[in-house]
Nanobody, 120 residues
Framework: QVQLMESGGGLVQPGGSLRLSCVAS????????LGWYRRAPGDQRELVAT???????DYADSVKGRFTISRDNARNTLYLQMNSLKPEDTAVYYC??????????????WGQGTQVTVSS
Protein backbone atom coordinates (compact mmCIF):
# COMPACT_ATOMS: atom_id res chain seq x y z
CA GLN A 1 0.00 0.00 0.00
CA VAL A 2 1.16 3.53 -0.83
CA GLN A 3 0.27 6.54 1.27
CA LEU A 4 0.60 10.24 0.51
CA MET A 5 0.60 12.69 3.41
CA GLU A 6 0.36 16.46 2.96
CA SER A 7 1.46 19.13 5.40
CA GLY A 8 2.13 22.86 5.48
CA GLY A 9 -1.33 24.34 5.07
CA GLY A 10 -2.64 27.14 7.22
CA LEU A 11 -3.89 30.71 7.38
CA VAL A 12 -1.94 33.44 5.60
CA GLN A 13 -2.59 37.06 4.64
CA PRO A 14 -2.91 38.10 0.98
CA GLY A 15 0.54 38.50 -0.53
CA GLY A 16 2.05 35.97 1.84
CA SER A 17 3.70 32.62 1.20
CA LEU A 18 3.30 28.99 2.19
CA ARG A 19 5.16 25.80 1.30
CA LEU A 20 3.21 22.56 1.09
CA SER A 21 4.89 19.17 1.41
CA CYS A 22 3.73 15.67 0.49
CA VAL A 23 5.60 12.54 1.54
CA ALA A 24 5.03 9.24 -0.26
CA SER A 25 5.57 6.05 1.71
CA UNK A 26 4.87 2.33 1.44
CA UNK A 27 5.52 -0.16 -1.35
CA UNK A 28 7.06 2.23 -3.87
CA UNK A 29 8.96 0.86 -6.85
CA UNK A 30 8.95 3.98 -9.02
CA UNK A 31 7.18 7.34 -8.98
CA UNK A 32 6.17 8.32 -12.49
CA UNK A 33 4.62 11.70 -11.81
CA LEU A 34 3.33 13.85 -8.98
CA GLY A 35 0.92 16.73 -8.81
CA TRP A 36 -1.19 19.08 -6.76
CA TYR A 37 -4.94 19.60 -7.08
CA ARG A 38 -7.17 21.97 -5.16
CA ARG A 39 -10.88 22.30 -4.48
CA ALA A 40 -12.51 25.53 -3.30
CA PRO A 41 -16.03 25.58 -1.84
CA GLY A 42 -18.56 25.33 -4.65
CA ASP A 43 -15.90 24.74 -7.32
CA GLN A 44 -14.70 21.79 -9.34
CA ARG A 45 -11.42 20.16 -8.44
CA GLU A 46 -8.66 22.02 -10.28
CA LEU A 47 -5.26 20.79 -11.37
CA VAL A 48 -2.69 23.21 -9.95
CA ALA A 49 0.68 21.80 -11.02
CA THR A 50 2.40 18.59 -12.11
CA UNK A 51 5.96 17.30 -12.30
CA UNK A 52 7.09 14.16 -14.11
CA UNK A 53 10.08 11.83 -13.74
CA UNK A 54 12.15 14.06 -15.99
CA UNK A 55 11.31 17.07 -13.79
CA UNK A 56 9.21 18.70 -16.50
CA UNK A 57 6.53 20.88 -14.92
CA ASP A 58 3.15 22.26 -15.86
CA TYR A 59 1.00 24.87 -14.12
CA ALA A 60 -2.53 26.15 -14.20
CA ASP A 61 -2.72 29.63 -15.70
CA SER A 62 -4.12 30.98 -12.45
CA VAL A 63 -0.94 30.13 -10.50
CA LYS A 64 1.75 30.48 -13.16
CA GLY A 65 4.56 32.72 -11.99
CA ARG A 66 3.49 32.49 -8.34
CA PHE A 67 3.69 28.76 -7.51
CA THR A 68 6.62 26.38 -7.96
CA ILE A 69 6.36 22.58 -7.86
CA SER A 70 9.44 20.48 -7.08
CA ARG A 71 10.36 17.00 -5.87
CA ASP A 72 13.09 15.39 -3.78
CA ASN A 73 13.51 11.86 -5.11
CA ALA A 74 15.77 10.75 -2.26
CA ARG A 75 13.06 11.57 0.28
CA ASN A 76 10.02 10.71 -1.87
CA THR A 77 8.75 14.21 -1.16
CA LEU A 78 6.78 16.65 -3.28
CA TYR A 79 6.68 20.40 -2.62
CA LEU A 80 4.53 23.32 -3.67
CA GLN A 81 5.99 26.75 -2.95
CA MET A 82 3.17 29.30 -3.04
CA ASN A 83 4.04 33.00 -3.21
CA SER A 84 1.95 36.15 -3.65
CA LEU A 85 -1.08 34.32 -2.35
CA LYS A 86 -4.54 35.64 -3.16
CA PRO A 87 -7.92 35.02 -1.52
CA GLU A 88 -8.87 33.05 -4.65
CA ASP A 89 -6.18 30.50 -3.71
CA THR A 90 -8.21 29.47 -0.66
CA ALA A 91 -8.95 25.75 -1.04
CA VAL A 92 -8.16 22.27 0.16
CA TYR A 93 -4.97 21.17 -1.58
CA TYR A 94 -4.39 17.51 -2.46
CA CYS A 95 -1.26 15.77 -3.66
CA UNK A 96 -1.50 12.90 -6.12
CA UNK A 97 0.97 10.49 -7.65
CA UNK A 98 1.14 7.85 -10.35
CA UNK A 99 3.27 5.22 -8.66
CA UNK A 100 4.52 1.76 -9.59
CA UNK A 101 4.44 -0.72 -6.71
CA UNK A 102 6.07 -3.45 -8.85
CA UNK A 103 7.80 -3.23 -12.25
CA UNK A 104 4.43 -3.73 -13.99
CA UNK A 105 1.80 -2.50 -11.54
CA UNK A 106 0.88 1.12 -11.00
CA UNK A 107 -1.99 3.19 -9.71
CA UNK A 108 -2.93 6.78 -8.89
CA UNK A 109 -2.80 7.66 -5.19
CA TRP A 110 -4.24 10.62 -3.31
CA GLY A 111 -3.50 12.37 -0.05
CA GLN A 112 -6.14 13.49 2.43
CA GLY A 113 -5.72 17.20 1.72
CA THR A 114 -4.50 20.24 3.61
CA GLN A 115 -6.44 23.48 4.06
CA VAL A 116 -4.99 26.74 2.74
CA THR A 117 -6.84 29.91 3.72
CA VAL A 118 -5.80 33.33 2.38
CA SER A 119 -7.54 36.10 4.28
CA SER A 120 -6.86 39.42 5.96
Amino acid sequence: QVQLMESGGGLVQPGGSLRLSCVASGSIFHIVSLGWYRRAPGDQRELVATINAGHATDYADSVKGRFTISRDNARNTLYLQMNSLKPEDTAVYYCTGRIYTTPREFADYWGQGTQVTVSS
